[in-house]
Nanobody, 112 residues
Framework: QVQLVESGGGLVQPGGSLRLSCAAS??????KGWYRQAPGKQRELVAT???????NYADSVKGRFTIVNDRAKNTIYLQMNSLKPEDTGVYYC????????WGQGTQVTVSS
């Protein structure tokens, strides 16, 4: 069993920045990442990182978001810059270790 604890969400103005954190209870994984779900929409991939360090980003966030894996802390971060209103949603952390484990979600609201 893997527990994931997210933090760092909040309200930010367009063009602003936020950093999300996700601390995991276990270090072994194949893929970790962030997904988000906007109201009335399906959950979508934002960014992932593999155990080998390969990263993948949704086209909509490339160049603005960066995923970082801190192995020493069993924590991944999502640095979000140049935020747009369409980035609003609940952001979920995911860790794959045989099966997918999910965090409880953290709300990100981009609004003026």
């Amino acid at each position: 069993q893997v527990q994931l604890v997210e933090s760092g969400g909040g309200l930010v103005q367009p063009g602003g920045s936020l950093r999300l954190s996700c601390a995991a209870s276990r270090s072994i994984f194949s893929i970790k990442g962030w997904y988000r779900q906007a109201p009335g929409k399906q959950r979508e991939l934002v960014a992932t990182v593999t155990s080998g360090g390969w990263t993948n980003y949704a086209d909509s966030v490339k160049g603005r978001f960066t995923i970082v894996n801190d192995r020493a802390k069993n924590t991944i971060y999502l640095q979000m810059n140049s935020l747009k209103p369409e980035d609003t949603g609940v952001y979920y952390c995911m860790q794959r270790q045989g099966r997918d484990y999910w965090g409880q979600g953290t709300q990100v609201t981009v609004s003026s």
